[in-house]
């Protein structure tokens, strides 16, 4: 399920294309921006499978193995949730932001039990990793070597670093 949030780039023909060529692909998009948090419960209501594998889409070297080394540990119930740390300086330096990575896996029923309060933004992963502590059988997580283009890479130094610290402070 790809939900895209609005953008203007090329993702809409990048995923058409790909529809082509798998034929199970859903693809939403949102008209306008909505934010991370509403387009991920949005792909949560398309899907009928009972643990759930989010992912950003703007990642290089995310392969089949780290997706389902990150799916494991939830299937098997040894935890409600796990993370996928990417292998991005910014990830490494910094646990708390590392564990605030988007590549996660968890179970339909506790993303379906958090507060919508949560459902913000970039509030989203902030939220489901508290909620797991707190309220199930906790969190793992793992790092690997896939990574995100930086913000400041990928908007231009200025841009990129106000969105940086909005998503942090978010």
Not at 110 to 117: D, G, I, Q, Y
Request: include cysteine; charge should be positive.
């Amino acid at each position: 399920i790809v939900v895209d949030d609005g953008s203007s780039d090329d993702t809409g023909e990048i995923v058409r294309k790909m529809e082509k060529e798998y034929s199970k692909i859903k693809n939403k998009k949102n008209n306008v921006n909505k934010g991370k948090a509403y387009s991920m419960d949005r792909g949560v209501k398309y899907s009928s499978s009972n643990i759930i594998f989010f992912c950003d889409s703007d990642l290089n070297g995310l392969t089949p193995k780290i997706v389902e080394q990150i799916i494991l540990p939830v299937l098997s119930n040894e935890y409600d949730m796990f993370i996928g740390v990417r292998g991005n300086i910014m990830q490494k330096v910094f646990t708390p932001f590392a564990l605030n990575s988007g590549e996660r896996a968890l179970h339909k029923e506790t993303w379906e039990a958090l507060p919508v309060f949560y459902k913000n933004r970039y509030r989203i992963e902030v939220g489901l990793n508290y909620f797991v502590k707190l309220f199930g059988r906790g969190f793992g997580y793992k790092q690997f070597s896939h990574f995100q283009t930086l913000k400041e890479v990928k908007y231009g130094f200025f841009r990129g670093t106000f969105l940086r610290w909005w998503m942090n402070l978010d």
